[in-house]
């Protein structure tokens, strides 16, 4: 079984920035693919961004050039750099990482954007 623990997230003002953290309870090496969701109330779960394994990135439009996926492998850990956030980038932001056998999700740490 994997976990996913995510860390980061908190309340900060328009402009500002937040660092998101998921620390995997196995090597990092052993996904496909790792990446951060969000959910904000009342719509659907959204990719914000992803990495695979050989270090390829993806990010939804709104979020380019703003945020940055990153990882430490020998901490067993992503991170989301979030910078020049916007109230409409509050969410609870989720962890996933791929593998061929199965999907895993953290359990989500709230951002909210907000003066």
């Known amino acids: 079984q994997v976990q996913l623990v995510e860390s980061g997230g908190g309340v900060v003002q328009p402009g500002g920035s937040l660092r998101l953290s998921c620390a995997a309870s196995?090597?990092?090496?052993?996904?496909?693919?790792m990446g951060w969701f969000r959910q904000a109330p009342g719509k659907q779960r959204e990719l914000v961004a992803r990495?695979?394994?050989?270090?390829?990135?993806n990010y939804t439009d709104s979020v380019k050039g703003r945020f940055t996926i990153s990882r430490a492998n020998a901490e067993n850990t992503i991170y989301l750099h979030m910078n020049s956030l916007r109230p409409e980038d509050s969410a609870v932001y989720y962890c996933n990482a791929e593998h061929f056998l199965a999907d895993y999700w953290g359990q989500g740490t709230r951002v909210t954007v907000s003066s």
């Open positions: 196995r090597s990092i090496f052993m996904f496909t693919a």
């Open positions: 990495m695979t394994s050989n270090d390829s990135t």
